[in-house]
């Protein structure tokens, strides 16, 4: 088991990726804070993990917000002490035209996929310094990387978390303490309502695998950062794409 007795969180867990990576954790011997906004999908990713025999704790909250991202790591260092490992996967899309983009469209993009990683972070850093070791995992996209049209504050959002990586990678490694980010390709779960054919049809005939991901192959990636396989690793984008190349 490569992640034996490790305690994670990881956001967003009620679905796709982060309910994918939860359980592969948990496969792993993690225990799980599953969190997540939706608390009905929290709790029932927390019931897998159960089944898998590894203690879980599901909670709801919004990690846009500071304040409640502050209570809920709290709670978590109430009932397991620390936190080994984050992977700030919580995340939504919104496809627009740039100029059709609103100041609360921008303001509510940027706020759940970058700020949250700041308070997701933050709030659990100084008990990894303390402890001298830590792994803090993101979840980019290739929109971060490249650009995706329709998708600027998105893009702006997936770019600012490799950034993020690799600033905080740099102040933190002295206390061994790794920062990576995880930018994939089109993966294949609810998000955004899910993707339409056209446009999954479109991202197959621009990536050399010719097909889009599965959630367990980002799971499987964040588990890579988060063992011990990936001691050596900090400040580095990962991206499971198929080869996507644009
Ligand atoms: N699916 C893709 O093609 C794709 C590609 C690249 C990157 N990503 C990124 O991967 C991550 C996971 O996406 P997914 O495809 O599994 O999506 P998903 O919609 O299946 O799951 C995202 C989860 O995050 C939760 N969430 C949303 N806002 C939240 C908030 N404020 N606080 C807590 N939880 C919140 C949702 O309730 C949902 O359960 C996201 O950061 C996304 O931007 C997705």
Redesign the pocket.
Known sequence: MRLKDKIAIV??A?????KATSLLFAKEGASIVV????EK?AGETAKEVEALGRPTLAIR????SYAETRGMVENVLAQFGRVDILVN?????DVKKFIEITENDWDRILS??LK?VFNCTQAVVSGMIARRSGRIIS?????GLTGTPTHVHYSAA?GGIVAFTKALAKEVGQYGITVNAVA????E???GGG?PDSIKQLYKEKTVLGRVGQ?EEIAAACLYLASEDGSYITGQVLSPNGGYFI
């Open positions: 956001t967003g009620g679905a796709g990726m982060g969190n997540d906004i939706n999908t909250a919004d990690v846009s996967n919580a995340g939504i899309g759940v996929n949250s979840i980019s996209s290739v929109a997936k994939p390709g089109m993966v779960t609810g998000f993707a959630p």
